[in-house]
């Protein structure tokens, strides 16, 4: 199984900058992708940055040139820096990571347990 640990969420106001990290631990045998998501209160959980394992990286619409998503390989790390952030990020970020456990085992995607980022106007 994969295990991912979020951290870095929390209260800024608007304008502010806020860096996320997730770390994947357990048993992993490949990573095929690593991203972000969040969900604000009574909406569906959108992709919000995405980065595959050759580097090539996706975007919302709405955050780019404000958000910035980076992988560390060695660490099995996944990080997002959010700049000019507006109160309308502000939502639960949930860490992604699309991952065989094992050489044998299928494709899973894998779930964080959710850092809330709050903005305040």
């Known amino acids: 199984q994969v295990q991912l640990v979020e951290s870095g969420g929390g209260l800024v106001q608007a304008g502010g900058s806020l860096r996320l990290s997730c770390a994947a631990s357990?048993?992993?045998?490949?990573?095929?992708?690593m991203g972000w998501y969040r969900q604000a209160p009574g909406k569906q959980r959108d992709l919000v940055a995405a980065i595959i394992s050759g580097g090539s990286t996706n975007y919302a619409d709405s955050v780019k040139g404000r958000f910035t998503i980076s992988r560390d390989n060695a660490k099995n790390a996944v990080y997002l820096q959010m700049n000019s952030l507006k109160p309308e990020d502000t939502a639960v970020y949930y860490c992604?990571?699309?991952?065989?456990?094992?050489?044998?085992?299928?494709?899973?995607?894998?779930w964080g347990q959710g850092t809330q980022v709050t903005v305040s106007s």
């Open positions: 992604n990571v699309l991952a065989r456990a094992r050489k044998r085992d299928n494709v899973r995607n894998y």
């Open positions: 357990g048993s992993i045998f490949s990573i095929n992708a």
